[in-house]
């Protein structure tokens, strides 16, 4: 059964900083590309960041790069992104996708509220 569990959501402050982790389960952790996706009240789900499966190349939306980081590590089974000077318009339900060619898995989200 594959399941993707995310964590490290919450309230903060502008300028301030969050890390997110999600931990997968019931298949080939190594074997996919994993990406962070967000969604914020009353619009659509839109890309944030995107690691290849060996964790060797990574891609940002820019509304987030210099500021967020994706990173993995394939012996826990687990993705993170370290999220440093955020923005209220950073606040959004954050989501981790994990993807290859034969399928596509969603986890359920947490919350990041950056509010003062």
């Known amino acids: 059964q594959v399941q993707l569990v995310e964590s490290g959501g919450g309230l903060v402050q502008p300028g301030g900083s969050l890390s997110l982790s999600c931990a997968a389960s019931?298949?080939?952790?190594?074997?996919?590309?994993m990406n962070w996706y967000r969604q914020a009240p009353g619009k659509e789900r839109e890309f944030v960041a995107r690691?290849?499966?060996?964790?060797?190349?990574?891609s940002y939306a820019d509304s987030v790069k210099g500021r967020f980081t994706i990173s993995r590590d394939n012996a826990k089974n687990t993705v993170y992104l370290q999220m440093n000077s955020l923005k209220p318009e950073d606040t959004a339900v954050y989501y981790c996708?994990?993807?290859?060619?034969?399928?596509?898995?969603w986890g359920q989200g947490t919350q990041v509220t950056v509010s003062s």
């Open positions: 019931g298949f080939t952790f190594s074997a996919y590309a």
């Open positions: 996708k994990a993807e290859n060619v034969f399928r596509v898995a």
């Open positions: 690691i290849s499966s060996g964790g060797g190349s990574t």
